[in-house]
C-alpha cells in the first residue's frame, strides 16, 4: 500500500516533465490494480490542483475546473483511498519537527511521512528529502 506525494500526480499528468513517461505508466498501473489500495491525501490533491493551474509553474496551467476533474477521475478508481491522520499522528510529528535538520521547507513532508509511518504505507515520492524521516519507506518511480 502506498500513498502518494503530489510530484507524482503532476509528473504523471502533464507530459512537459522528463519523468511524465515513466510515472504515467507507474500511476496508471497502480489505479488499474483494484487488488491494492493507493492512498492519495487530501494534501496531495490539493497541491496538485494548485500546482497544475498556477500559470507561473504550468506552462500551459489548466482551470482549477480542469484538474479537480483529473482529482475525481482518480478517486472514482476502485483503489484509491484518503488516508486521514490518527490519534498516533501526533506522535510522529513530535519526532519529525523536532528533528535537527528540520526547517519551514520539510513542515509539509513531515506531515504526510506521518501519516504514511502511521498506515503503514509507503511514501511515493520523487522529493529526496523524504529520505531524512527515520522510519519511512519510500519509492520513486521516476527513476
Not at 507507474?26 to 493551474?53: C, H, K, Q, Y
Amino acid at each position: 500500500m502506498r500513498l502518494l506525494d503530489a510530484n507524482i500526480l503532476m509528473y504523471a499528468s502533464f507530459d512537459v516533465f522528463p519523468q511524465h513517461a515513466r510515472t504515467k505508466k507507474w500511476l496508471d498501473a497502480r489505479l488499474n490494480d483494484t487488488d491494492t489500495p493507493l492512498g492519495i491525501p487530501w494534501e496531495s490533491i490539493m497541491a496538485f490542483v494548485r500546482l497544475s493551474s498556477n500559470p507561473r509553474i504550468m506552462q500551459p496551467a489548466i482551470s482549477v475546473a480542469e484538474a479537480w476533474a483529473q482529482v475525481r477521475s482518480w478517486l472514482a478508481m476502485p483503489c484509491v483511498w484518503m488516508p486521514v491522520a490518527t490519534v498516533r499522528h501526533r506522535h510522529y510529528l513530535d519526532t519529525f519537527l523536532n528533528m535537527p535538520k528540520m526547517n519551514h521547507k520539510l513542515v509539509a513532508d513531515a506531515h504526510l511521512a506521518a501519516l504514511a509511518i502511521e498506515h503503514g504505507l509507503v511514501m511515493v515520492s520523487a522529493d529526496s528529502d523524504f529520505r531524512l524521516f527515520p522510519g519511512l519507506r519510500m519509492e520513486d518511480p521516476t527513476i
